[in-house]
Each structure stands twice: as C-alpha cells, then as structure tokens.
C-alpha cells in the first residue's frame, strides 16, 4: 500500500488580489507529479481556470460550509 502524499496548502482566505494568484502559479511550478495543491479562498477564482487548463492541470472546487472554496490542483492525468 502506497501512502498518499500530504497536499501542499495555500491559504489565501486574508491575501489580496494578485497574491493567491502568484503564489499558486509559484507553487505549480515545483509541483511532483502525483501530488496535490489545496488552494483555500473565500472566494472562487474562475480567472484561475483556464490558466490551470492551459498548463495541464486538473482541477475540482470543494464548496464548504463555513465559506471557503478548495481547489484541488494536479497535473492533468496524474
């Protein structure tokens, strides 16, 4: 049994636009195959969308019930 790596976590409820933004693409750019990047908003960042699609990453939002958006970022196909 493989164990599951931890997902790497950006908490960008109190960061002001750009900076959730740079700090994610900064994150991909030294994600591993195979692993995770949470993303933790308080709003969704649709603009961050087709960024990830153009780069070959996959996403899913996760809709929480005390206001937070995760979005689970890993490479397309992994």
């Known amino acids: 049994m493989a164990d599951t ?11 002001a636009p750009p900076e959730p933004m740079e700090l ?3 994150a991909l750019d ?3 195959r195979g692993e995770e990047l949470q993303l933790w908003l ?5 603009p961050l969308y087709n960024i990830l ?11 929480c ?3 937070r958006f995760i979005v689970h970022i890993r490479h397309a196909g992994a």
């Not at 790596?5 to 960061?15: F, G, H, N």
């Not at 699609?53 to 899913?60: L, P, Q, Y």
């Open 5 to 15: 790596p931890v997902p790497r976590i950006i908490d960008a409820r109190e960061l």
């Open 24 to 26: 994610t693409l900064e």
């Open 53 to 63: 699609k153009n780069n070959g990453f996959a996403h899913r939002v996760e809709y």
């Open 65 to 67: 019930d005390d206001g």
């Open 42 to 46: 308080l709003r969704e960042p649709f």
């Open 30 to 32: 030294t994600l591993p």
